[in-house]
């Protein structure tokens, strides 16, 4: 009887543990000529939003990361938007 109540309890805590997942990041817009970047899953165990894409011609601050137009948010750039950062 004890295994069974030890069982159900694992089997209790591992489902509570992954049962909600993350939301879809957004697409990035189109401007400037440069395609917007493309939005990432969230977290799978920790319910964790998704980064958004950033915005066509969106340009990295000093130390190379991408962050949404007038906000602290990162986001991912897209092709064109992302080799400003290694140039």
Same mark, same amino acid.
């Given at each position: ?7 159900? %309890?694992? %089997? ?12 879809? =990041?957004?697409?990035?817009? /189109?401007? /400037? ?5 493309? =939005? ?11 980064? #958004?894409?950033? #915005? =066509?011609? !969106?340009? #990295?601050? #000093? !130390? ?6 007038? !906000? ?16």
């Amino acid at each position: 009887m004890m295994k069974r109540v030890l069982v159900s %309890m694992l %089997m209790l805590c591992a489902f509570s543990v992954s049962a909600a997942n993350g939301g879809n =990041g957004g697409d990035g817009g /189109n401007s /400037n000529g440069s395609d917007g970047g493309n =939005g990432s899953d969230g977290g799978d165990t920790l319910s964790q939003q998704g980064r #958004p894409g950033c #915005p =066509g011609g !969106t340009d #990295p601050d #000093p !130390t190379g990361k991408f962050y949404l137009p007038g !906000t602290t948010e990162q986001c991912n750039p897209g092709k064109q938007d992302a080799i400003k950062a290694v140039e």
